[in-house]
């Protein structure tokens, strides 16, 4: 692997075998973790390097707090306050994924709050749904396997997706009366005249893998309006996360004869060092998914 120095010390592989035939495996260097994950991106020549140490607050002449110091401090922290979104994020995309593609999930319901008074944040859509499937909408549904998460519309109203298993034949009107009957009874009064709340049975996308795409992107949106420490961005029920099959290699070649997928059909996972320069591969991954 010309181009790269690679640090071959203790490499991880996982592979996940998926319901319709697809995979997704990753062989990644443990030793270049922890520096791989301390770098940061720098605009303009493409380098990784360490942040520098935010200085503690220094006073200004008259006494006060300087207000550089302070407007460096407010960029630090909006850095690391980035970070961690995306970091969450990038987790919680590939948590949908193993789920929605280990239970085969191709359709996806919507739910939506005809009331004046709106769901403030994506965790208290999820809240009302899961109490209702609670109270009786997991009967309505089957009591299939669902994932469910919260999207913000374009006019800023959030609503609620549940992706379930493709074959149900589900009691549409039920389904609207309960829906609407429980959110009317739990301080949503519906808007419109009909004294109803929507949900949409929607139809099968087409394969687990795109449903699971879809999903992904709700859920960083999600994470992109608000992160709330201690809550998940999504919800499950009648689902228990398949664990990945785990080897530990000596190299990345090794690696790669494990997962038994030609280099060439990997997407290759780098990083610069922002002191040497140099290009470090630490890991490849790959998905036969879609």
Known sequence: MPGAVMSDTHVQAKIRYYPDGSIRASAVCLADRGQREQQVDTPGGGALRE??????????TDGGVCPIRVAAIEDEAERRAAANRERAARRARWS???????????????FTNGSEREWQSASEALDVFMRWLAAEGRHLLLNAPLLAVAERGDQGRWHVHAAIPSGFSLPF??????????????????SLASGSHRWHAGQSI?????????????????????????????????MSRPLPLVFRCDSLTTALLVIGVPEDECYRLEFVDGVTGELHLFGLLVDTGG
Not at 51 to 60: A, Y
Not at 175 to 185: A, T
Request: hydrophobic content about 25%.
């Open 173 to 190: 009107k039920r389904i609207h009366s309960s829906w609407s009957d429980y959110m009317n009874g739990h301080g949503y009064p519906s």
């Open 96 to 110: 949908v994924h193993d789920y929605v593609r280990s239970y085969n999930l191709s359709r996806l319901l919507t």
């Open 206 to 238: 087409g394969s687990a893998f795109y449903t699971a795409c879809y999903v992904a992107k709700y859920v960083a949106k999600s994470i992109d309006h608000e992160r709330e420490k201690g809550r998940h961005s999504f919800r499950c029920l009648n």
């Open 51 to 60: 942040p520098s140490p935010v200085c503690p607050l220094r006073r200004s």
